[in-house]
């Protein structure tokens, strides 16, 4: 690679962030030979290497509507996980028409357990546009894209690129990392400002102008495989465009720092400033109440069937739309026998020989409370039943501690089926409800028989 009079990889000294930024947009950090290599090696590795998925259309144009889902189930999700939801979804609405008919309640269900659930309902605001504003066809320009619900920077141009032939950079998280490291911008904070408008000029001249589809998912598959956020040595040795990166030089905690933080040796020493800081989750104990009836299917019959309460949350906010067993954030665990509480009553309870304890009182309060009732009535409680073992669950900012309790009921138990928020069901008919992965643990965890199998726990993020 020939020297530049501007180096982008000089750790030693920061120097003014806005002269640097100014200087180095009027370099050019390959000559027209090394982008040619650079990117001929880089196509000629994804052609061997890329990753075969469904969406993915080898020799051919990829179909728009399958690019366009693809891209918003991969933000924030695995691709693993994606392949199989994928398949499922494009099973159950294989056009944007299909999509669009299709009601909220019948997305989120086909969606459940991927997370991150306003993505389902901005791809289904998003195919409602499409079709009544534009006939039904995917727009293909950036500019044209952005227009419809939900489609930001990145998604637009991936779509334009990988469906279109639009030579456009797509920069999400796997691009920046790439990018980033190639023109050795380690003293750079490419995520806002100047650094991210040089980010995005640097990327615009590595795109292929004749496969800019391929260039952008190559970038991608690199960045998921061997240019990673805790890239190693032996992967710097076998990356396709090793000789072409100005950070492969570097040490390693440099090269895994960028672009997350500015690196500089300070009084000899190599400190690492991030950019990004982490952000913890934070810590919740949650109360879970998987309500149990044995009910007669009718009148005259002898015979019980079983049947589970759910409900539906709000269309706004952490799982909204989804449906979920009555539960309640605490601050402590309330006091419970271990064993099942034979108890009666509700709100007004029966008292039994002895009367209802303290210990089972608790419970009963708290699951007034996850019930949210404004009235007084009586439900028969045959037993509350704490399950030893609790259930975790990670959201991106919450970690739950979960206290399953199976509450078995009998009577009659219409006064909380109020069909479109609350209603009672059997196990049958709880598969085909929008379920959350955290909520299908919870009942697992109660013995409720769920049958039907989901992908895995999709909360974890891989694509950025």
């Given at each position: 690679?020939?020297?530049?009079?501007?180096?982008?990889?000089?750790?030693?000294?920061?120097?003014?962030?806005?002269?640097?930024?100014?200087?180095t947009e009027?370099?050019?950090?390959?000559?027209?030979?090394?982008?040619?290599?650079?990117?001929?090696?880089?196509?000629?590795?994804?052609?061997?290497?890329?990753?075969?998925?469904?969406?993915?259309?080898?020799?051919?144009?990829?179909?728009?509507?399958?690019?366009?889902?693809?891209?918003?189930?991969?933000?924030?999700?695995?691709?693993?996980?994606?392949?199989?939801?994928?398949?499922?979804w494009?099973?159950?609405?294989?056009?944007v028409?299909?999509?669009?008919?299709?009601?909220?309640?019948?997305?989120?269900?086909?969606?459940?357990?991927?997370?991150?659930?306003?993505?389902?309902?901005?791809?289904?605001?998003?195919?409602?546009?499409?079709?009544?504003?534009?006939?039904?066809?995917i727009?293909?320009?950036?500019?044209?894209?952005?227009?419809?619900?939900g489609?930001?920077?990145?998604?637009?141009?991936?779509?334009?690129?990988?469906?279109?032939?639009?030579?456009?950079?797509?920069?999400?998280?796997?691009?920046?990392?790439?990018?980033?490291?190639?023109?050795?911008?380690?003293?750079?904070?490419?995520?806002?400002?100047?650094?991210?408008?040089?980010?995005?000029?640097?990327?615009?001249?590595?795109?292929?102008?004749?496969?800019?589809?391929?260039?952008?998912?190559?970038v991608?598959?690199?960045?998921?495989?061997?240019?990673?956020?805790?890239?190693?040595?032996?992967?710097?040795?076998?990356?396709?465009?090793?000789?072409?990166?100005?950070?492969?030089?570097?040490?390693?905690?440099?090269?895994?720092?960028?672009?997350?933080?500015?690196?500089?040796?300070?009084?000899?020493?190599?400190?690492?400033?991030?950019?990004?800081?982490?952000?913890?989750?934070?810590?919740?104990?949650?109360?879970?109440?998987?309500l149990?009836?044995?009910?007669?299917?009718?009148?005259?019959?002898?015979?019980t069937?079983?049947?589970?309460?759910?409900?539906?949350?709000?269309?706004?906010?952490?799982?909204?739309?989804?449906?979920?067993?009555?539960?309640?954030?605490?601050?402590?665990?309330?006091?419970?026998?271990?064993?099942?509480?034979?108890?009666?009553?509700?709100?007004?309870?029966?008292?039994?020989d002895?009367?209802?304890?303290?210990?089972?009182?608790?419970?009963?309060?708290?699951l007034?409370?996850?019930?949210?009732?404004q009235?007084?009535?009586?439900?028969?409680?045959?037993s509350?039943?704490?399950?030893?073992?609790m259930?975790?669950?990670l959201?991106?900012?919450?970690?739950?501690?979960?206290?399953?309790f199976?509450?078995?009921?009998?009577?009659?138990?219409?006064?909380?089926?109020?069909?479109?928020?609350g209603?009672?069901?059997?196990?049958?008919?709880?598969?085909?409800?929008?379920?959350?992965?955290?909520?299908?643990?919870?009942?697992?965890?109660?013995?409720?028989?769920?049958?039907?199998?989901?992908?895995?726990?999709?909360?974890?993020?891989?694509?950025?």
């Amino acid at each position: 690679m020939k020297e530049r009079n501007v180096q982008l990889n000089s750790h030693t000294k920061r120097g003014s962030a806005r002269h640097q930024h100014l200087a180095t947009e009027k370099l050019r950090l390959w000559d027209l030979e090394e982008l040619a290599q650079l990117r001929g090696a880089l196509l000629r590795w994804y052609d061997s290497q890329a990753l075969q998925l469904p969406w993915r259309q080898r020799g051919g144009r990829p179909d728009p509507y399958q690019v366009y889902v693809s891209e918003v189930m991969l933000q924030q999700t695995r691709v693993k996980t994606v392949e199989k939801y994928f398949m499922e979804w494009m099973r159950r609405f294989p056009t944007v028409e299909a999509l669009a008919a299709a009601t909220e309640e019948e997305v989120l269900q086909q969606w459940a357990g991927l997370g991150y659930y306003r993505r389902a309902r901005m791809l289904h605001a998003g195919a409602k546009w499409i079709v009544a504003q534009n006939r039904g066809k995917i727009p293909a320009s950036v500019r044209d894209l952005e227009q419809v619900p939900g489609i930001g920077v990145y998604t637009a141009s991936a779509i334009a690129s990988i469906a279109f032939g639009a030579v456009v950079p797509a920069i999400d998280g796997n691009a920046t990392r790439v990018v980033s490291r190639l023109a050795g911008m380690c003293c750079t904070n490419v995520w806002k400002g100047d650094g991210k408008r040089l980010l995005a000029a640097v990327a615009s001249e590595l795109v292929d102008a004749n496969r800019p589809g391929d260039w952008n998912q190559a970038v991608f598959d690199l960045g998921r495989s061997l240019c990673t956020a805790q890239v190693t040595e032996e992967a710097c040795a076998v990356c396709p465009v090793q000789k072409f990166c100005r950070a492969a030089a570097l040490p390693i905690s440099v090269r895994q720092s960028t672009p997350y933080g500015v690196a500089e040796i300070s009084e000899g020493k190599l400190k690492l400033q991030r950019h990004m800081p982490r952000v913890r989750a934070r810590q919740e104990l949650l109360l879970a109440f998987v309500l149990v009836a044995s009910v007669a299917p009718h009148a005259a019959s002898d015979s019980t069937e079983t049947l589970y309460y759910v409900r539906r949350r709000a269309s706004h906010g952490l799982l909204g739309g989804l449906w979920e067993v009555p539960n309640i954030v605490v601050e402590r665990l309330p006091h419970a026998d271990p064993h099942p509480l034979a108890q009666q009553g509700f709100i007004e309870p029966e008292e039994k020989d002895g009367g209802v304890s303290a210990a089972g009182s608790e419970v009963f309060r708290q699951l007034a409370a996850a019930l949210n009732s404004q009235k007084s009535f009586k439900l028969s409680v045959v037993s509350i039943t704490p399950i030893p073992k609790m259930v975790r669950h990670l959201f991106t900012h919450i970690r739950q501690d979960i206290q399953v309790f199976r509450v078995e009921v009998t009577g009659n138990p219409c006064f909380l089926d109020d069909g479109d928020q609350g209603r009672w069901v059997r196990a049958i008919a709880l598969e085909e409800l929008g379920l959350s992965t955290q909520m299908r643990r919870v009942l697992r965890a109660a013995g409720i028989p769920l049958t039907r199998k989901r992908f895995g726990d999709a909360s974890t993020a891989t694509h950025s």
